[in-house]
């Protein structure tokens, strides 16, 4: 049994992570300002685990709520972050604030605290202009939006408090994160979530350009066992570093939609007659993204379990009964 603190533990992967972590009997805290996070995510884990998990209000840019937050646990999995690429370009002071500010503080209150390791969700989006494909961990180009600045600022900090502090830390860089809990409504919702709402309302999906950008789409289940397999390893050479954190395959936008309309129209016939509409390009968008997978599974013995296919079935039976 570990004591684990999930900062963002009630957005989209704070969530999946507290339910998993409380299903194999960890105690687990959650830190969350509800600014993104919502209620009902978490609402059947204080139903169910009353003494294993507990909820602290709180915002990461106050340094106090982060030095009480850390207390007393043994790792922290800190997820909390304003997202989104297209936010990042509307509103980049805020999205500095936190997320380098923020993260800072977690840093600091896990120095403090003394954690044992403190894993952080890193990004893709790090890899910003570098043309080279598939994307290996220490190959990277010039950041393309604030948001992409402010994921790579981490990985310097984070590796900087580890020469300086000697404190613990694995970051993984997730891949188009996509499952059941994310959100289809809002300004900055993503693709997948996004698409399904569409296509059950029998709306044509926008697709942002000629739909032949192509990314690596990852079911939420292999971002579970990478955080997993980040907070139990014992191997020395696997820390104080990052990995992506992805199924190690692409696929276009058209592709995507292709398969959307195939599942979706098993649950509804008329789903299938549901045609795409092109928008123009998304600033600050990278045209393809591939993970390389290979250190992850040398050094922490990944092997993702669910392929685009298989994710998007679990995904979408999960809007289904549940939009």
């Known amino acids: 049994m570990s004591r684990i603190l999930i900062t963002g533990g009630a957005g989209f992967i704070g969530s999946n992570l507290c339910e998993a972590f409380l299903s194999e009997g960890n105690e687990v805290r959650c830190l969350d300002n509800f600014a993104t996070g919502k209620m009902e995510n978490i609402r ?60 800072l503080n977690m840093l600091v209150a896990s120095r403090d605290a003394g954690v044992k390791r403190f894993i952080y969700a890193a990004s893709s989006s790090t890899y910003g202009d570098s043309k080279s494909l598939p994307k ?62 569409k296509f059950m309302n029998h709306e044509s999906p926008v697709i942002n350009g000629d739909g032949e950008n192509s990314r690596d789409f990852t079911y939420i289940d292999n971002v579970i066992l990478m955080n997993k397999l980040a907070m139990e390893t014992e191997n020395p050479e696997a ?43 998304r600033k600050g968008d990278i045209p393809h993204s591939l993970a390389s997978i290979d250190k992850a599974k040398r050094l922490l013995d990944y092997n993702p379990k669910f392929s685009l296919k298989e994710g998007l079935k679990e995904a979408v039976k999960w809007y289904w009964e549940n939009l």
């Open 239 to 281: 820390l104080n570093t990052v990995y992506n954190t992805a199924f190690g395959d692409r696929t276009t936008l058209n592709d995507l939609i292709s398969n959307l309309r195939e599942i979706l129209s098993e649950y509804d016939p008329e789903i299938k007659n549901v045609k795409a509409i092109h928008g123009p390009e």
């Open 136 to 197: 290996v961990e220490d190959v990277i180009g010039k950041p393309l939006s604030p948001y992409a600045v402010t994921k790579y600022v981490n990985e310097l900090y984070a590796d900087v408090f580890a020469k300086t502090y000697g404190i613990e830390y694995i970051g993984l860089r997730y891949f188009n994160v996509f499952g059941r809990r994310q959100d289809p409504n809002g300004a900055y919702a993503a693709a997948i979530p996004l698409f399904v709402k």
């Open 44 to 103: 059947p884990l204080i139903d169910n685990y009353p003494n294993q998990f507990q909820l602290i209000t709180g915002d990461i840019r106050d340094i106090e709520t982060c030095h009480q937050a850390a207390e007393g646990v043994d790792y922290i999995l800190h997820q909390a972050a304003l997202g989104s690429v297209p936010r990042s370009i509307h509103d980049p002071a805020t999205t500095n604030a936190v997320n380098i500010s923020g993260f």
